[in-house]
């Protein structure tokens, strides 16, 4: 059964860095292409970043400068780092995947990050 | 790309056809998705490639279009339909979402 179980989120302070993980199970992390999206509260959904099979990677304009995306192969796990974090980085976070078509049809719950002092 | 949805609200009475429209700002062929997001949950994918029914998903949502305009479909709203719906682009990065439309069951 393939699962994504994102965790990491909660309170950091503006400026602060946090670091998400995206945990996989059913398929291999590093033969995917994985995508993360947020969701500021009340709002739409914004695509962040793109890790295509565990290489090439696009950043959103509006964290690109501030984000790092890495895969542990050992644990199955995609990462992804920020930092410079602003109020307005504050949403749900989720990861998704592309198993049986090449659309996102596998969404994770979503983990929430919240910057404040 | 920006991809520009419409209504962004619409209220509608169980049975009602309710459709709900994407437009592109340039062309994307049929490299388009609709989901569904239900409070506190994560989107659902209901329709890929423009017009293709994701498995699981009931034969009353419907999707069409290509190149700039695209609409999604409810034959005949049933209650569990209430949320908001997205249009996702996929022709190329950065990857985007329309603005969302909330539907509400009168």
């Known amino acids: 059964e393939v699962l994504l179980l994102e965790s990491g989120g909660g309170m950091v302070q503006p400026g602060g860095s946090v670091r998400l993980s995206c945990a996989a199970s059913g398929f291999t992390v590093s033969k995917k292409t994985l995508i993360w999206v947020r969701q500021a509260p009340g709002k739409g959904l914004e695509w962040v970043t793109v890790?295509?099979?565990?290489?090439?990677?696009y950043h959103g304009d509006s964290m690109k400068d501030r984000l790092t995306t890495f895969i542990d192969n050992s644990k199955n796990t995609l990462y992804l780092h920020m930092s410079s974090l602003r109020a307005e980085d504050s949403a749900v976070y989720y990861c998704a995947t592309s198993i049986l078509t090449d659309y996102y049809d596998y969404w994770g719950q979503g983990t929430l990050v919240t910057v404040s002092s | 790309i920006q991809l520009t949805q419409s209504p962004s609200f619409l209220s509608a009475s169980i049975g009602d056809r309710v459709t709900i429209s994407c437009r592109a700002s340039?062309?994307?062929?049929?490299?388009l998705a609709w989901f569904q997001q239900k409070p506190g949950k994560a989107p659902k994918l209901l329709i890929y490639a423009a017009s293709t029914l994701q498995s699981g998903v009931p034969s009353r949502f419907s999707g069409s279009g290509f190149g700039t305009e695209f609409t999604l479909t409810i034959s005949t709203l049933q209650p569990e339909d209430f949320g908001s719906y997205y249009c996702q682009q996929l022709m190329s990065y950065p990857l985007t979402f329309g603005g969302g439309t909330k539907v509400e069951i009168k």
């Open positions: 890790i295509q099979n565990g290489g090439r990677t």
């Open positions: 340039q062309g994307i062929s049929t490299y």
